[in-house]
Nanobody, 127 residues
Framework: QVELVESGGGLVQAGGSLRLSCAAS????????MGWFRQAPGKEREFVAA????????IYADSVRGRFTISKDNAKNTMYLQMISLKPEDTAVYYC????????????????????WGQGTQVTVSS
């Protein structure tokens, strides 16, 4: 079983950048497809980005495509979300998640597939 801990959130001005980290312990991330989700105040949690176990496949929400990049460092057993050109509407708590229930080459945006979640990290973008 894997445990996930996010970090890297903070307060940034619109147009700025942040890199979120998701450090894993207990098991290698090589066994998991990974995802980032976010929840803004008063809204439901939504998909942001995801990657397959092989890292060959990635998908993004339309709202972040071209601005956010998901990646993974196997040696550090850590996943990242690089965010540039941040907008006030990106303000949310960001969660990383993992699943080992889908085939190795597939990637999913569906929250119900993810069994392991971090505690979240707050990202606030000021206008």
């Amino acid at each position: 079983q894997v445990e996930l801990v996010e970090s890297g959130g903070g307060l940034v001005q619109a147009g700025g950048s942040l890199r979120l980290s998701c450090a894993a312990s207990g098991r290698s991330l090589n066994y998991y497809a990974m995802g980032w989700f976010r929840q803004a105040p008063g809204k439901e949690r939504e998909f942001v980005a995801a990657m397959s176990r092989s890292t060959g496949s990635t998908i993004y929400a339309d709202s972040v495509r071209g601005r956010f990049t998901i990646s993974k460092d196997n040696a550090k057993n850590t996943m990242y979300l690089q965010m540039i050109s941040l907008k006030p509407e990106d303000t949310a708590v960001y969660y990383c998640a993992a699943t080992d229930r889908i085939p190795v080459s597939l990637v999913t945006a569906t929250q119900n597939w993810y069994d392991y979640w971090g505690q979240g990290t707050q990202v606030t973008v000021s206008s």
